[in-house]
């Protein structure tokens, strides 16, 4: 059972989301404040709300990306509109974000949305940050995201870890379904996090847990079962981005379903590299694997969101 008996310094906040946004962790120092990951669009009124009610007075001076996937920086946009805050990302996405090519970013490809924002720093495995007048450190976590970036602060051995590790498990492993090399780097990143002193770890979903040494564990198994058949990251892949969809949207249409397996391009190309199969039939196996497993259930010809 995850256990959440754990202390904070005081100039900390963790702020847990649900799965359609990440966690954020809020810095609130004597001369600076920052804001790890804003969650998604669709959640910017809640994000602002729950920000403001820590800062009270005070403006956010900082927004730190561990990655940018939609869940992770979709509220960047209003915060910064809001606060002024400057904006830093993987030192990797930089160009991407200044020409905001949809293309080289995740948004498109993933049928999601991210309201165009820019960046003012960028970060660098090796870099060291001052967040809620603590230290900590940039360290490179490729894998789920090839340019994700952790922090970790030595000094009270605590580790925001984004989707690289969750309690159980971490993210999809996004470049594998580009045929890239994803594999070797998750278990790279889970040997890095396994030298480190650690007593608490914020994950960028679900609840912050003590137990690193577990979890890691369980995520290497699950590294090693996703290895031994590639095609199990791709179907974990369609039934995640369609559960994705259906957080933002709580119910869609089947007939609209079936087009998104037409027209989502990494719905489209994770079914042709993994399944070969037409897209009426993949997008026929995604939502009744949602169904079978609760997550979704079919209603008067829509796919209705269940909560787990």
């Known amino acids: 059972m995850n256990d959440n008996a754990f202390t904070i310094p005081a100039s900390m906040r963790i702020l847990e989301r649900g799965w359609l946004s990440s966690n954020n962790v809020l810095f609130i120092g004597r001369d600076d404040t920052a804001l790890v990951d804003t969650g998604y669009l669709s959640h910017v009124p809640q994000t602002l709300a729950l920000v403001q009610h820590e800062l009270g007075e005070r403006r956010l001076d900082r927004i730190i990306n561990t990655h940018l996937h939609s869940d992770h920086c979709g509220g960047n946009a209003a915060l910064k509109a809001h606060h ?53 450190k940039v360290l490179g976590a490729p894998g789920h995201d090839p340019h994700s970036v952790i922090l970790y602060c030595e000094q009270e051995r605590i580790l925001i870890s984004a989707d690289a590790l969750w309690y159980n498990g971490f993210g999809v492993i996004f ?58 990251n791709g179907e974990n892949a ?59 259930k079919r209603q008067d010809g829509m796919l209705v969101n269940r909560e787990f």
């Open 84 to 136: 002024g805050s400057r904006i830093a990302i993987p030192v990797a996405e930089a160009a991407k974000v200044t020409a905001w090519d949809e293309d080289a970013l995740s948004f498109k490809a993933t049928g999601q949305q991210c309201q165009r924002f820019t960046h003012d720093d960028v970060l660098t495995p090796g870099d060291e940050l001052v967040l809620g007048d603590m230290p900590w």
């Open 175 to 232: 470049p594998e379904l580009d045929g890239e090399s994803g594999f070797i780097e998750a278990r790279a990143t889970l040997a890095l996090i396994d030298t480190l002193e650690v007593r608490l770890v914020i994950p960028g979903h679900g609840p912050a847990f003590t137990d690193a040494k577990g979890a890691v564990q369980r995520a290497l198994k699950r590294v090693d079962f996703l290895e031994a058949d590639p095609k199990r």
């Open 238 to 296: 369609v039934k995640v981005l369609l559960k994705f969809l259906l957080l933002s949207r709580q119910s869609i249409p089947l007939d609209e379903v079936w087009t998104m397996f037409e027209t989502v391009p990494l719905l489209v190309s994770t079914a042709k590299r993994y399944f070969g199969w037409p897209a009426d039939q993949m997008a026929e196996w995604t939502v009744h694997s949602l169904v079978r497993a609760g997550a979704a």
